[in-house]
């Protein structure tokens, strides 16, 4: 069975300080990987997605970037972290062809102060 | 491009009593719809899907969702609510037939509160 690992959990960082959160995949092949973040009291943004090793697409401009090193890892990544990085990160698979639906991993907790 | 709505922030009920979380969407093209639950801290787990063929879809802890077409609603029930089920809910939609790659696209979620 497919399983969806995130580290660390739970992060406070000064702002300035920079940042590395990584998910990886077990179970499966060439997976789409997604980046999502969750601010208090609201929804889910797409930040980054990954068709494949070295492939990253963009969401939204921000001072984050990501990087797929290897098949089933995704890695998160900021130099510079600002107050407004806060919030809840989740990482995601699907398989490249169904179904269709994503899975999701428990989420790493960033408190920047 | 797909959206979608939820216009309830926060539901309230009583145990035991039944529930329904609304949740809308808009496509210009066919779509799949998705339900997932987020318990306090936690990723989100996947409740059900609608990918095609009868529109009433069961999904995992007696929730149950109906596609409307024509109303472009994807609404999810329960009969009779447990304080277990106290947790953020989530619909979200993505393109169907898509044989590229897919993107889903979520509300902002419904906070169900159950209280005793």
């Known amino acids: 069975s497919q399983t969806i690992h995130q580290w660390p959990a739970t992060l406070v960082q000064p702002v300035g300080s920079p940042l590395s959160l990584e998910c990886t995949v077990e179970g499966t092949s060439n997976p789409n990987l997604y980046w999502y973040r969750q601010a208090a009291g609201r929804g889910l943004q797409l930040l980054f997605y990954?068709?494949?090793?070295?492939?990253i697409s963009s969401e939204v401009p921000q001072n984050l970037s990501a990087s797929r090193p290897q098949d089933r890892q995704f890695i998160l990544s900021s130099k510079k972290l600002l107050l407004s990085d806060s919030g809840f990160y989740l990482c995601a698979w699907r398989t490249g062809t169904g179904p269709y639906e994503q899975y999701f991993g428990p989420g790493t907790r960033l408190t920047v102060t | 491009a797909q959206s979608v709505t939820q216009l309830d922030s926060q539901v309230p009920v009583f145990e035991e009593a039944p529930v329904e979380l609304r949740c809308n969407y808009s496509s210009s093209v066919s779509v799949y719809l998705f339900w997932y639950v987020q318990y306090p801290n936690q990723g989100l787990q996947l409740l059900l899907k609608y990918l095609s063929g009868s529109t009433l879809v069961k999904g995992i802890n007696g929730f149950e969702a109906e596609f409307n077409k024509s109303q472009t609603s994807f609404h999810l029930r329960k009969p009779s609510v447990h304080i277990s089920d106290t947790a953020e809910y989530f619909c979200a939609v993505s393109e169907a037939w898509n044989t590229g790659f897919q993107k889903l696209v979520f509300g902002t979620g419904t906070r169900l509160l159950v209280s005793p």
């Open positions: 990954s068709v494949g090793i070295g492939q």
